[in-house]
C-alpha cells in the first residue's frame, strides 16, 4: 500500500470514540483560541482585501464565512476563514523538524461539516486529524523542509485534502485521489518568510487549506488524483529529498495524539520570538527596566532565529509582516511598553519614534550549544547591559504557551474576548464559548458558525491582560 492509501484509511474509519478525552480537549481548546483569532483578523487590512476579491468570485453555497456571515461556496469560505485565522500570526504553533500551525486547516473541517451538515463530534475529528498528519509531515523530513528553502504549506497541501475529505464522508480511495490532486499541484517557496515579508506570509497556508478543499470537491465527485504522491516516482520523497522518515507519518497514529502536543501562542509574534520576549518582559519587570536605562539586549538563540529574525530587514520594518517577525522590534515593543499584544503592531506603533530607537540595541547570537538542544528545548539566553553598567539575565527553555507551560483555559477566554470584542457582542461571545465548550453535544456546525456573525457596531479592541511567561 501507498503512504497515502494507508493515510486515507485510517482517517475514513475513524470515530470519534477513537479519540481520547485528551484529545477532545485540547480540540475544543484549540478551536475557541482560533476563532478568537478568526475575529480578530476578521479586521485586518489583509483579510479586508481578501474578502473584496471574494465578494466577486464566490459562488452562493451552505458555508459560513466567519465576521461576515454570508453564505458561500466550501472553498471560498475555507480560504477566508483560515486567512483570518492566520493573519495575526497569534494561532497555535507546533515545532519539531518543521514549524507549522495546524489550526490553519480547521476552516476545512468546518467548511466540510457545515456543508455535510454534520455535528460537532464529527468536526472535532477533522481537527484532531489536521494536528495528527500536519505535525507528523513535519516531523517526516530530516532536516526539515523549511530549512531546504521551502514553506511548510507544501506539507499543508498534503494535509488538508485529508480534513476535508473525511468531512465529506468520502471513501477511503476518494481521499487518497483528494490528497493527490491537492498535493501534486501545490508546493509553496520559503520566499515568502525571508528578507522584507509581505501579505502572502499569512496566505499561502490558507491558500493551501483551500486546496485540500477544492481536491476534496473534485474527489467527490470521481476526479483522480496520482496515489503515489509521497513515496513514489518524483513524489514528495524524491523531489524534496534528501532523507524522509516516511515511518514517522503512519506508525501508532494517535498514541499519543499530536494535537495534544501543541503550542498556543501567547504573542501574536513568530514562535522563536517568544521565548526572547518572554525573558525580557521577565527581567523588565522584575528589575523596573525603563527604556533609557537599557543600553543593549543580547539574545543568544538559534542560528536560524539570527538568520530569519534579525536579517537587516527587521532592524526597519514597516509593515505588520515584517515587525512580527522582527527580533528587534518585538525586543524594543516589549522594552518601551511592556507587553507586546496585537496593540505593538499598529502602523502607528511600528513607526513609534521610542520603539524604533530601541531596535538597534537589541543583538541575536546564534549559539551552537542552543541548537543542540533544539527542538526538544526552545532555549534562549537574554542579557540585558543598562547604562549604568549592570548586568541581568534569563535562560528560558520553552516559552509561555508550550504544552510544558500551557495558557489557561481561563488564559484562553480571556484572549478570545480581548480579539472577539468589537466584533461580537458579549453575549454573542458567551453563546460561542458555550458551544465549543459542549462540541459534542453540538447537533450541526452550521449553528456554531450562525453565531460568528459580527454586530453591525464595533468598537477598538481591548488589550489581552498579560502574566510573566513562568505564571
Known amino acids: 500500500m501507498t503512504i497515502t492509501a494507508r493515510i486515507a484509511q485510517f482517517a475514513a474509519s475513524l470515530k470519534f470514540e477513537d479519540l481520547s478525552p485528551e484529545a477532545v480537549y485540547q480540540a475544543k481548546r484549540f478551536l475557541l483560541d482560533s476563532l478568537g483569532c478568526a475575529l480578530g483578523g476578521y479586521r485586518q487590512h489583509d483579510v479586508v482585501i481578501a474578502l473584496e476579491v471574494l465578494g466577486e468570485i464566490a459562488g452562493k453555497g451552505p458555508c459560513t464565512v466567519i465576521g461576515s456571515g454570508k453564505q458561500v461556496d466550501a472553498v471560498s469560505a475555507s480560504l477566508a476563514n483560515a486567512l483570518m485565522i492566520r493573519c495575526m500570526d497569534y494561532n497555535d504553533i507546533y ?72 468531512a465529506l464522508h468520502l471513501s477511503a480511495e476518494q ?14 517557496l520559503g520566499a515568502v518568510t525571508a528578507g522584507k515579508l509581505t501579505m502572502m506570509k499569512n496566505t499561502v497556508d490558507p491558500m493551501a487549506t483551500q486546496s485540500g478543499v477544492l481536491a476534496a470537491l473534485m474527489a467527490e465527485k470521481g476526479y483522480t488524483g496520482p496515489e503515489h504522491v509521497v513515496d513514489g516516482k518524483e513524489g514528495l520523497t524524491h523531489c524534496f529529498g534528501p532523507e524522509w522518515k516516511l515511518n514517522v507519518l503512519t506508525d501508532a497514529l494517535g498514541e499519543p495524539w499530536r494535537i495534544t502536543q501543541c503550542g498556543m501562542k501567547f504573542f501574536p509574534t513568530e514562535a522563536l520570538t517568544h521565548a526572547p520576549i518572554s525573558a525580557v518582559l521577565d527581567l523588565v519587570h522584575e528589575h523596573n527596566l525603563k527604556p533609557e536605562q537599557v543600553e543593549k539586549v543580547r539574545i543568544r538563540s538559534l542560528a536560524r532565529a539570527a538568520d530569519i529574525l534579525s536579517d537587516p530587514s527587521k532592524y526597519d520594518p514597516h509593515t505588520k509582516e515584517t515587525a512580527d517577525h522582527s527580533l528587534p522590534y518585538v525586543i524594543a515593543a516589549a522594552l518601551v511598553d511592556r507587553q507586546v499584544t496585537p496593540a505593538q503592531f499598529t502602523p502607528e506603533k511600528i513607526n513609534d519614534s521610542r520603539i524604533r530607537s530601541q531596535l538597534r540595541k537589541v543583538e541575536v547570537v546564534a549559539d551552537e550549544e542552543i541548537e543542540k538542544v533544539f527542538p526538544a528545548l526552545q532555549r534562549v539566553i537574554v542579557t540585558i547591559r543598562t547604562t549604568s553598567g549592570q548586568e541581568v539575565t534569563r535562560q528560558l527553555d520553552y516559552p509561555k504557551g508550550d504544552p510544558r507551560n500551557p495558557l489557561t483555559d481561563a488564559e484562553i477566554e480571556e484572549k478570545f474576548a480581548a480579539l472577539a470584542d468589537g466584533v461580537l457582542s458579549r453575549a454573542q461571545q458567551k453563546k460561542v464559548r458555550e458551544a465549543v465548550w459542549g462540541l459534542e453535544k453540538l447537533e450541526k456546525v452550521g449553528e456554531l458558525m450562525r453565531m460568528l456573525k459580527a454586530r453591525k457596531t464595533r468598537r477598538e479592541p481591548r488589550p489581552v491582560e498579560r502574566v510573566t511567561a513562568n505564571a
Open 95 to 166: 515545532w519539531k523538524q518543521d514549524p507549522s500551525h495546524p489550526s490553519d486547516i480547521f476552516p476545512a473541517a468546518l467548511a466540510c461539516c457545515e456543508r455535510a451538515g454534520s455535528d460537532g463530534r464529527e468536526l472535532m475529528i477533522g481537527l484532531v486529524l489536521g494536528h495528527e498528519f500536519e505535525c507528523r509531515f513535519c516531523e517526516a523530513a530530516f532536516p526539515g523542509i523549511r530549512e531546504r528553502g521551502w514553506h511548510h504549506a507544501t506539507l499543508t497541501a498534503f494535509v488538508s485534502p485529508i480534513v476535508a475529505g473525511r
Open 175 to 188: 481521499i487518497q485521489h483528494a490528497i493527490g490532486i491537492s498535493a501534486s499541484r501545490h508546493a509553496t
